[in-house]
C-alpha cells in the first residue's frame, strides 16, 4: 500500500512516533484559528515545546454513571472541560473534595 514519511517535529520523534503512516490515516492539514479554538498551538500543548507544562486540574464539576465506572466532568486550568473515567481521576485530590461536597468517601457510593 501507500505509506508516506513525514517530518515530525523533534517532540514527536523523542516520544517515538514513528514516523510512516499509510496513506488512509493522512488527511490535509489546516492551521488552528487560535480566535476560534484558544490553547491548541503546538507549543501549549502539554510536555511539547521548550518549557513543558502539566495541565493540572481546577475542579471536578459533575459526574454521570454509579460507582468506578462513572465518568466525571473535570475543569482543567486552563478552561477546557473534558469528560474521563473513574480509572483516570481516582487519584486526584479534586475528586476527594468532589466526593466531600457530595458527602460521600468512595466511587462505589455514586
Known sequence: GASYRLDLPKELRA??????????????HFPNDDRRFPGRQFH???G???QPREWAVERIISHAG????????VQW???????APYRDVQ???ALGEYFEALGIAHARQL
Do not use: I, N
Not at 15 to 28: E, K
Not at 66 to 73: L, M, N, P, R, S
Open 91 to 93: 487519584h486526584l485530590q
Open 48 to 50: 511539547f515545546g521548550e
Open 77 to 83: 486550568t486552563t478552561g477546557d472541560v473534558t469528560w
Open 15 to 28: 516520544r517515538g512516533l514513528h514516523p510512516t503512516f499509510h496513506a488512509s490515516l493522512l488527511r490535509p
Open 66 to 73: 454509579k460507582g468506578v465506572d462513572a465518568e466525571f466532568e
Open 44 to 46: 501549549q500543548l502539554p
